[in-house]
């Protein structure tokens, strides 16, 4: 191998495994170089250190033991390991309390549940990133009404967009928010399928702040998939009342199988908890098995952040190289893992896709193909053979099909296998 015989080069050996022409592994080996050259990594590991110690800390200061990770039963009753697990969440990201549960099934239904736990008919909702993620913007009803949906209910609807430059508008928010007194305002800290940039923590913070000046009432609520561990402070830190996001994401660390979580003030939590199992049961219930993954997860949350965080500078490197436009450019600062790549044809996009997918460990063989997805509105294209269906913190890539053809990429918990992907991706572009 190239480490032990200098004969055989890392080219070489990519070039024999995967059948991938040398001017493109050329190319990728130059930017993987460059990116470290240019010190763009750094941060990524400091932040990714920090956190660990962080996590590291909070497991010891807990006692979490081997007894924690057996599995409960029945009602759960006096599940210490879920308890412990939710402490530990509460911890790692600021909150008082936490929710950390199998039986909440992603991320949108974590935001519902807040969402339909904290809302009373005539109450409004204010958006403070313009229109909320596809599947929130159905929860509550924006445009149209679905069963359901919080418009169905009598829960009102403003948003703030962003400015040109995707920043935070504050004197509309902060004149919104005095005007409506909205019950909740809610923030998203990724971009979503959108091309805004991600939000900073600190960003995130002085827009809690110019609401709650205007409406000291309103409710903070941010979502913050994506955005987990890239940062050294999370939105509880500079006073999100809520927090809440998916475990096949960043806090799941890859190895979590499903679930959600929400972490915050402890009366809120209570309030979610109730809509999640009943009045009066709140948090004590709830079975929850194999619960071992979703320490580990945690625990190694830091580090499969860190992995996808390099490979998306690798992309945004490559491509860009390439000529494709990207997103952040790879110079730019980081607040979540998503990586843009602008593809400019519906052939080039699917043909991205398929690339990525042939450079997969699972379903390797499979064709990613166009298709309607519930929740959204145009056909998405997906990829990613991952070991955990729909995980997103393993590589993978989705694009609603729509000029200018932007997919999402994210992920990848090791760089190694993230390059191997980039490459194919790259190449079944090239022979279009
Ligand atoms: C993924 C995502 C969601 C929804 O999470 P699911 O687990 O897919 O339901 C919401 N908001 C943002 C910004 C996301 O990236």
Redesign the pocket.
């Known amino acids: 191998m190239f480490i032990a015989d200098e004969q055989y080069s890392e080219i070489e050996v990519i070039r024999d495994y995967f059948a991938i022409d040398p001017w493109l592994i050329r190319e990728l080996l130059a930017a993987e170089e460059e990116s470290r050259q240019q010190g763009w990594f750094h941060r990524i590991e400091a932040v990714s250190t920090l956190n660990h110690y962080k996590i590291l800390k909070a497991f010891q200061e807990l006692g979490v033991n081997e007894f924690h990770f057996q599995d409960s039963t029945g009602y759960g009753y006096g599940d210490l390991g879920r308890d412990t697990l939710e402490k530990l969440y509460a911890r790692v990201f600021g909150g008082e309390a936490a929710l950390v549960r199998p039986q909440i099934v992603?991320?949108?239904?974590a935001?519902s549940l807040c969402l339909n736990s904290l809302l009373r008919p005539g109450d409004t909702i204010l958006a403070a990133c313009g229109k909320p993620?596809d599947?929130?913007a159905t929860v509550i009803g924006i445009g149209k009404t679905v069963r359901g949906s919080l418009s169905s209910k009598g829960i009102g609807y403003a948003q703030v967009d962003l400015t040109d430059q995707g920043q935070p508008d504050f004197a509309t928010l902060a004149r919104e928010a005095e005007r409506l007194k909205p019950r909740l305002c809610l923030i998203?800290r990724?971009r979503?399928y959108q091309t805004r940039p991600a939000l900073s923590v600190y960003t995130i913070g002085k827009i809690i702040k110019t609401v709650k000046q205007a409406s000291p009432q309103t409710l903070c609520l941010v979502?913050n998939?994506?955005g987990e561990l890239v940062e050294e402070v999370e939105p509880p830190d500079v006073g999100a009342d809520l927090t809440a996001g998916?475990l096949?994401?960043n806090p799941g660390g890859g190895l979590a199988p499903g679930g959600?979580y929400v972490v915050g003030r402890e009366d809120l939590i209570e309030e979610v908890a109730a809509s999640l199992t009943a009045p009066g049961l709140g948090k004590e219930l709830g079975a929850f098995a194999g619960k071992r993954l979703f320490y580990q997860g945690l625990f190694q949350a830091p580090w499969a952040v860190k992995e996808a965080l390099k490979g998306a500078i690798l992309a945004a490197v490559f491509f860009h190289k390439l000529g494709y436009p990207v997103e952040p450019l790879p110079w730019e600062a980081r607040y979540d893992i998503v990586q843009t790549i602008t593809l400019g044809s519906r052939e080039a996009l699917v043909a991205f896709c398929r690339g990525l997918q042939r450079g997969s460990p699972v379903e390797a063989h499979a064709q990613p193909e166009p298709a309607p997805l519930p929740g959204y509105k145009e056909q998405i294209i997906m990829a990613g053979g991952t070991f955990i269906q729909g995980a997103?913190l393993e590589l993978s890539a989705d694009a609603p099909v729509k000029p200018p053809y932007t997919v999402f990429l994210q992920g990848g918990v090791s760089m190694a296998y993230t390059k191997i992907a980039l490459l194919m991706a790259a190449q079944e572009i090239y022979r279009l």
């Open positions: 992603s991320g949108t239904h935001f993620y599947t929130l998203q990724s979503g979502d998939c994506y998916s096949i994401k959600g997103s």
